[in-house]
């Protein structure tokens, strides 16, 4: 053990100031139980004060409360208190608020071995942090029995191996970071069908079957040095002389003559808690006659004993007359002195309260629970390799969760991939209602299923009744069903071998972290690892798992997966709070993705300065501009992709009435290279107004009483009124495009918008950012295609990449509390625009443009821009050619113009002003949007930058979000953290 290479001379001074009682107090681990109350409190504060005693085990409540209560304990101590607690998957075992680490058969599971030292170094920093020493972790019992009641997922496996060498890597971690790791439970409790906490479990194993199998990791961990063992309350006959049924904890045959004296354990040897039944073998025996075996028997602590006082003077009494040796009870209490010693207790300071929490949960250690999720997920059938599922646009997907009524984390994942409908169904319910349920699912060709809120124990069922197993299996007869077990492996056995079911993931445990990756590995985002740690049936049996490697898709994840601190992001968090204290902006969703991984994902805010909705994940907001890059832009790619289009053809040829104007020479490419000539905007839109009394003027390049709005660079009249032949209160077939909420308008304004950008005064050829070219573009495309715009872009695009909140006019799709509002329109449409694009132009067109209209949410603006990213692919299909892309997104006419085909670029020469942070390379592209949206990518970075806000509400001239630069500088702190070589320009 550690302990022994600690110098003695601390211990030595120790022990020769203690009494008889107080070295044998030291033997004694008292539970604390906050909860309690005061005076529970206050018996253990006595028994620290008064009978100095040597420990305590912490149960239930919070970190600080603890910690608070070690430093209470502590400074009555005469000697420091050996503080320990449950800790197999972490402080969470025990208290609320902390880390959730996996359970042992996750991590039997798991191939990659340095995930678990790392997950006990980790434990070890934290139990340290709150003032803990001492882990009675790990379990080294091989569960050879699917019906253990009592070990079961506390268990590495059923492998005697596998259990060795992950329990070694446990310890180490542990010890490597001076906490004491406790090897349970000796002689093996892995194969019994009692609780120990309720009766005495017998194992009836031979010794030779003990020493291959139970004693086997016991063994291994004695010779690489763990620091104690704790004892079983479990009979072993085969070990015993005696032909009662005692339990190995008060057995001295077997922790004396097997554990010490056979194996040579020099470490520490600490009983199972003596509260529990299981040791309780004589009928009306007393607390302190069970404690007093016990130490007899050779356990160097007794943890939880009842009647302390009277324990240690009958240990005493023992003493003076000589039934125990005073140089037994004097090396029993050095090793502990000792132990004390390498655990630092001789410099000990109280636990620091500050930041408790915050340091308890820093995300790093979130990330390594993740990561051993990750790794543990065991894919075990996968019928014609339907994952990573393909070609989503041509599934209708149901997702199902059975155990909650509640939508579960695992399908609010699955939905950041796909459109789907979700199902709920909870415990235990009547078989009509799985009848209803299958009814409903009938339409939907897959389900992805998963069963949560289970149970660890066999005699629950894993808590998963008969009616929804037999529904699941009526179910996948009919149509694929991936079905995911948040459960004990052994739930398995319940499933036929001739099953149905398309594919089965096995995700070892029903908590949060493992609902987060289950869909990203049905989708692609990650691969399939892990191992079955037990056999379950002849058709599941220890070992088996089907690895997959391929990542076709987005993944989400902590910062630090890309090498990212945490803390540092707040610096992002910071920027946008100071912007919204500054009215820039109600709200808004920021992501930003890097070599594929989402790591940072959040949303600020709420829909409007009233306060009333906060801004949410899958919210869409009005991208205007963004509509160029996300829509136009890809659908003419698309095209040049057939061969379908040449970007030298001029206009003229797709709008016969621009042959005769000054119009007919423009090319696409100048088009989009904003350099055709045309002015930057027009107010095609007022061509539906008219002043509400007779001979006003509609408009006035000057101020005056009766024209005071300011548009622009003119003015309009103050009181204006629809113009009947343009715009109507009602749809009909004479006004079918919508405007907004109770206007409509007639196909025939779309002539009207193009008669006015023919008439319009042609500038000089050079770069003017415009919009009008790009109205004409949807035109183009739509000739060209051979579809409407919007529909061209869903089946070529939205669809099959999985876009469920990407598109045009999404009220139609959506409800309208999904939909952030912009501008509170006073002037034109008159009504606060909320689903109804804002751009007016493009509302005049009933919604649809090729300059603007397009809504959407971060999450799905990503995933598009990924799909550029990689050149073209998605989801294992490609959509883009990956040299048009390039071809698309360089500069053509640089340094004059920076743009590239449609889409923005960095400003290349440091005098002028540039659309995004001059961090970033000049190989970026992207693009903003009027409503305080922008969208950015970078190849060389492998970055993705998507921010969405509403700036213009509820006024369209708020430009503080461009004034405070708050798009650049977060930009500036990414590209900061990514390379930390790079600095901050002063003054961005």
Known sequence: PPFYQAATSWSDSILSRLTVEEKIAQSIMVAVYPGKGASHLQEVAELVSKYKVGGLIFFQGGPVLHASLINYFQSMAKVPLLIGIDGEWGLSMRLDSTVVYPKQITLGAIRQDTLIYLMGKEIAQQLRRTGIHMNFAPVVDINSNPRNPVIGSRSFGEDKYLVTHKALLYMRGLQDNHVLATAKHFPGHGDT?????YALPVITHSRERLDSIELYPFECLIRQGVGSIMSAHVAVPSLCSSEKKIPASLSQEILTGLLKNEMGYTGLVISDALTMKGVQTEKNEKPWETA????????????????????????????????????????????????????????????????????????????????????????????????????LDTLRIATLSIGSDTLSTFQQYCELYAPMTHFCVGKNVEP?????????????????????????????????????????????????????????????????????????????????????????LIFGAISARGHLPVTVSNAFKAGDGIELSKIIRLKYTFPEEEGIDSRKLLAIDSIIYDA????????????????????????????????????????????????????????????????????????????????????????????????????????MYLSALAPSKEGEPLTSKKRTDVCSIRIHDFYLNNNTEYRPEIISGEKNINYPLQVASGLFTTPAFHDTILRKIKEAKLEEKKYRYSDLGFILLKDVIEQESGFPFDTFLYQSFYRPLGLSRTGFLPLTRHTENMIVPTENDTVFRKQLLRGYVHDENCAMLGGISGHAGLFSNANDLAIFLQMLLNGGTYGGVRYLNAKHIDYFTRCHRCPENRRGLGFDKPEPNPQKDSPVSRLASLSSYGHTGFTGCMVWVDPQSQLIFVFLSNKIHPDATNNKLVELNVRTKIQDVIYSLLSPQKEIPEGD
């Not at 069908?193 to 906490?197: T, V, Y």
């Not at 600020?604 to 801004?615: N, P, R």
Request: charged share 25%.
């Open 193 to 197: 069908d009692a609780d120990s906490h």
């Open 292 to 391: 007093w075996k016990a130490f007899c028997a050779g356990n160097d602590i007794l943890l939880m004993p009842g009647q302390v006082p009277t324990v240690i003077g009958k240990i005493c009494d023992a003493v003076e007359d000589s039934t125990l040796s005073e140089t037994d009870i004097n090396q029993r209490c050095l090793k502990i002195l000792r132990c004390k010693k390498w655990l630092g207790l001789d410099t000990l300071k109280p636990v620091n309260l500050s930041s408790l929490y915050q340091d308890l949960n820093a995300t790093p250690f979130l990330y390594t629970s993740q990561r051993l999720a990750e790794a543990s997920l065991t894919l075990l059938k996968n019928e014609k390799n339907i994952i990573p599922l393909l070609r």
């Open 432 to 520: 009509s209602v799985y009848d209803s349920l299958y009814r409903q699912l009938s339409s939907f060709p897959l389900v992805l299923a998963a069963i949560v809120n289970t149970d660890i124990r066999y005699t629950q069922k894993y808590g998963v009744d008969d009616n929804a197993l037999l529904f699941l299996k009526r179910l996948s007869e009919k149509k694929k069903v991936i079905i995911s077990f948040f459960a004990s492996p052994y739930i398995l056995s319940r499933l036929d071998a001739s099953n149905s079911y398309s594919a089965i993931i096995m995700a070892y445990e029903d908590k949060d972290m493992m609902q987060r990756m289950v869909p990203q």
């Open 580 to 683: 919204m204290n500054k009215k820039a902006f109600p709200g808004c969703q920021v992501l930003i993705a890097h070599n594929g991984k989402v790591f940072y994902h959040k949303t600020f805010g709420y829909h409007t300065y009233e306060k009333k909705q906060a801004v949410k994940p899958g919210d869409i907001y009005d991208v205007a501009s963004v509509t160029k890059v996300v829509a136009t832009v890809p659908a003419l790619i698309k095209l040049y992709d057939r061969h379908d289009i040449s970007l030298n053809k001029k206009i003229s040829s797709y709008f016969t009435e621009f042959k005769k104007s000054d119009k007919k020479n423009i090319t696409l490419i100048d088009i989009l290279l904003h350099q055709s000539g045309l002015p930057a905007w027009l107010p």
